[in-house]
């Protein structure tokens, strides 16, 4: 993970290209996180997805604004390390299955804020 962001995601003003963890959406998009598979021990590893307003995609939504104390670990963002709150980390984990990928919807993850 070369990049280490806090949270909020947002990259520096004007960033765009490879380090960039946002990309400008259509009025018809939105950003979904996948939490990738693992169990309660292994790194979080998630990256955006891009999806139009009128798709079927199924998920779940997070909304993570609560605590203040940021994680010693961060996770992965589309291979960009990114710090979050403790609480978020915990959720991440007991909401990441073993076997499965997870989609999610996170206001702080999802927004380029």
């Known amino acids: ?6 949270s909020p995601l947002a990259p520096t003003s004007g960033q765009r ?3 960039a963890l946002y990309t400008r959406l259509s009025t018809e998009a939105f950003r979904l996180v996948v939490v990738e598979q693992g169990s309660w ?5 998630c990256w955006l997805r891009t999806v139009a307003f009128n798709s079927k995609q199924a ?3 997070l909304s993570y604004v609560w605590g203040t104390s940021i994680s ?5 963002v589309d ?3 990114v710090r979050i709150t403790v609480n ?3 959720a991440l984990k ?11 919807w996170i206001d702080a993850l999802c927004i380029n804020q």
């Open 17 to 19: 290209g490879p380090n």
């Open 1 to 6: 993970m070369d990049n280490v962001h806090e």
């Open 79 to 81: 291979k960009h390390a």
């Open 41 to 45: 021990t292994d790194p979080i590893q």
């Open 94 to 104: 007991m909401l990441r299955k073993k076997n499965k990928d997870v989609v999610l």
């Open 72 to 76: 010693k670990s961060p996770i992965s």
């Open 59 to 61: 998920y779940q939504a």
């Open 88 to 90: 978020l980390e915990l």
